[in-house]
């Protein structure tokens, strides 16, 4: 068996854990990074790295038979998937009886997948959900160092109401507008200047060739062209994908001792291999991290976490719905896959709600507008430890999803009811409005402050770090990835000054 020795190791190599190596680098500590899912670099045959969101191929998604789009059907016929070999693709739906989680698998994790929303939300709510961090500083600093260091841009709004692709989003604003809502333009890491350029026909279609879930082949200003490039150029960081840690261990001398799988891309395991290192960052997501820590704890190889380990886990209150548009206001065939604007009535007193105006990325005239619903849902779900399948099993029920939809429907009522329009019913596989059982918006398990002290360092154990998705309590108000990176990026500064020297 292989041994090797790392005076830092990042796991997973999503927004915290990239944002984790690079300042670990830059501080000139040799830092390997730990990636379950594969490195999306290399075209295959027919010249594109990720496969079309039309017809998805084996690179879709991670180790499933079928597709598992979100969109289950239109008109009520199972048109959005199709049978896949199983494989090592990019996208993960992680399924908890209730609850079903999407995630990105790749060098990248979810930034290789998402929307590219890069939203910050409102101050008064962020004090609301981590009122011991310090939101001078978090506004003053970390946010505009997030946005920087992920490459956000916005769109140019006269080119907006002009062009085709966002034909869907000023049918979505008439709508909103028409209730007396007000509408945003949302910041985004896809590259606008490519889209202009997609839409003049100048350049090769990614957005406005519907591709968003499975990947983009471009224009997307991913982590692996960011964060993780910039990680990579120090010179002292080094991805291994592929590789999926399972066990944590603390040895006498404090050092952690990784058990890490090495597998192929259709899924055999072609080494094992124990790695140390005296500083070990989580970055392996909201339900990487915390099934990490819970498994450890449960299996006695890091006995004194805590109880706070595996909870305070949310859904980021999604809730997507569909409403059907009047004959004559249609969409178009061209929707760009990347969202531009969202409806905001987060200061709703009752019902807070931001609602993203998703594209329906189908190719074809579908008379509908779509909408994923980030709102204010108090319930928690939390993580247990199944010895059966050696895994970390999410307890969440039906119910806990209900105050989302009480809260999207008092909004969406509002539309339709202004509008003369009503809900599809045709899009979730049976006949229900509102879809809240999956989320895109994992949060929590492992709560700043609780499961850890406040910049990360987990309870009880020196040397051990939690970067990403799991520290926040399970809301955020908006799309959550800017304050995951503006996080970390507060978190490891301290960290370095304090622990690295
Ligand atoms: P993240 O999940 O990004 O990364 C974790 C990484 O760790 C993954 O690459 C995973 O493979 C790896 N890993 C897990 N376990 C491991 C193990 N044991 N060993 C090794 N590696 C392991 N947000 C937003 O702000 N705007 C948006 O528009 C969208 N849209 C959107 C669409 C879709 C389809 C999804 C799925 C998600 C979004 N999101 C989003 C959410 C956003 O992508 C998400 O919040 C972040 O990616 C979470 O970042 P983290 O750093 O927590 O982990």
Redesign the pocket.
Known sequence: QEREFWPAVV???????AVTALRLGSAGIPTVM????QLWNTPTSDGTIFSGMLSPDRRSMWFKKRTEAPLASFLWLDLANRNIDSYAGV?DRVHFGDMSV?????V????L???????VPKRSYFTEILPEVDADEMYGTYYPRANAGLGVNHIDPDWFETCKSYQFARVSRKAAQKAGLTTTFVPSVYDFDYMRREEAGEVPRSALASEV?YGNNHGKRSLDKTYLAAALGTGNVTIQSL????DIERQADGTYLLTVRQIDPEGSVVATKQIGTRHLFL??????STE?LVRARDTGKLPELGDEVGQGWGTNGNVMLGRANHIWDTTGSLESGM?ALGIDAWNDPKYPVFAEIAPVPAGIETWASLYLAITRNPERGHFSYDAASDSARLNWDVAQGRPSIDAAKQLFDKINSAGKTIYRYDLFGDTRAFENRFT??PLGGLVLGKATDLYGRVKGYPGLYVT???LIPGSTGV????T?TALAERNIERVLAEDLT
């Open positions: 796991i997973g190599t999503g927004y915290g854990a730990l990636e379950m899912g996208l999407y995630v990105g698998r790749g990248g994790g979810g930034s997948v998402n929307g590219a929303m890069a939203v879930i590789h999926e840690v399972r970055g392996a997501g909201s339900l990487g990490l969202p895109y918006h990403d998705g799991s799309n959550p990835f800017v995951i």
